[in-house]
């Protein structure tokens, strides 16, 4: 089946929702570049998807991809996991709802990271920021 962004774009809603959409509470930023660009948000709150287009002012996790890439993901042609290991998409990740639990757990010596976006893990970004979280003393507190 030929896909457009547009398309995909509209069945979010339809496909997310379910016993696993009950259990989610976030905001998703949606950025696609390319011959078919433009950007979307998705928030999912208590079983619901409303997606919108635009800008979100504070998403949880952003994905940004080519469209080309976008569209052979959907059409299964590129798998989700090669395009993010190859680079061709690309996924930040804030974790609020976790840097205030470690805030208040003690998990993080300093709070320097909270509120960071964190890459993910075996990204090219990861080893710079585990590198950079060594230099400025981020480790599990002691009591």
Same mark, same amino acid.
């Given at each position: 089946m030929?896909?457009?962004?547009?398309?995909?774009?509209?069945m979010?809603? &339809?496909?997310?929702?379910g016993?696993?959409? $009950?259990? +989610?509470? /976030?905001?998703?930023? @949606?950025? %696609? =570049?390319?011959?078919? !660009?433009?950007?979307?948000?998705?928030?999912? &709150?208590?079983?619901k998807?409303?997606v919108? $287009?635009? +800008?979100? /002012?504070?998403?949880? @996790?952003? %994905? =940004?991809?080519?469209? !080309?890439?976008?569209?052979?993901?959907?059409?299964?042609?590129?798998d989700?996991?090669?395009?993010?290991m190859?680079?061709?998409?690309?996924?930040?990740?804030?974790?609020?709802k976790?840097?205030?639990?470690?805030?208040?757990?003690?998990?993080?010596?300093?709070d320097?990271?909270?509120?960071?976006?964190?890459?993910?893990?075996?990204?090219?970004?990861?080893?710079?920021?585990?590198?950079?979280?060594?230099?400025?003393?981020?480790?599990?507190?002691?009591?």
């Open positions: 030929a896909h457009t962004i547009e398309s995909l774009i509209a979010i809603p &339809k496909t997310l929702p016993e696993k959409g $009950k259990k +989610v509470d /976030t905001i998703v930023q @949606l950025n %696609v =570049t390319g011959s078919q !660009a433009g950007q979307w948000n998705a928030v999912i &709150k208590d079983g998807v409303n919108s $287009k635009g +800008v979100h /002012t504070s998403p949880e @996790l952003t %994905v =940004t991809a080519d469209t !080309a890439d976008v569209l052979a993901v959907a059409d299964g042609k590129l989700p996991t090669q395009a993010l190859q680079g061709k998409a690309q996924v930040k990740v804030i974790c609020r976790l840097s205030k639990w470690l805030k208040s757990s003690c998990l993080v010596a300093n320097k990271h909270l509120g960071e976006e964190l890459p993910l893990p075996g990204s090219p970004l990861d080893n710079e920021s585990k590198q950079k979280s060594a230099r400025e003393g981020a480790f599990p507190c002691k009591k």
